[in-house]
């Protein structure tokens, strides 16, 4: 038995109800936007039957292992602006967001600031993001300084649950657009994402290579 995340949309009265294996999940009250994501435990290769209730208009949008569509994209200018940092040295850092129809993965902010207090200035309290930085250390031994690419799934815990789960399940979707990329750091609050914290995952292994 496994846990799948499953999203839908109500687009008339926010109650429905659904069938899975037999098993009914009723009067689900979704939020003000009409839509609700939640999770449940079902079995491999089960049905799902949509039941409408009271002629209500119901939307499935249900997806095993994923609470979005297939049809997620990434903006071309976020590959361009991806490859601008790992190959022109363009950028220090890249912000990215979804767009408002949670379709496409666009570039939210570039910037060339080396210090890295402002990258995570730009890391919001209570909203989730994507960002690439190049990461500049010092290794031992006098060997000089090293760079590597990191990403950054930014997914406050103050942040909305729809908005945590949507940016869960379409980061790989940038994730496998950006070649390059050196180590993958998930930051649920600031202490996982400070310097030190992203230092110590970089540096692993013989040699800082």
Known sequence: MNSYLVYFEVFANPYFEITINSVKISSIEVDIT???IFQFLILENSKFQQTKNHNQKVSSKS??????????????ESLTAFNDLK?????????????DAKTEIVVDETSTDGDYDSFLEKLPENECKYAVYDFEYEIGGGEGKRSKIVFFTWSPDTAP????????SSKDSLRRALN???ADIQGTDFS?????????RVSRGAGSH
């Not at 996982?192 to 110590?200: D, I, R």
């Open 180 to 182: 390059g990329v050196a």
């Open 192 to 200: 996982e994402v400070a310097y030190e914290s992203v230092l110590e």
């Open 34 to 36: 009409g839509s609700v």
């Open 87 to 99: 190959l022109g040295k363009k950028y220090k850092f890249i912000i990215y967001t979804l767009n």
């Open 63 to 76: 997806k095993y292992n994923n609470t979005l569509n297939n049809n997620d994209q990434v903006a071309d």
């Open 161 to 168: 649950v729809r908005a945590k789960m949507v940016y869960a």
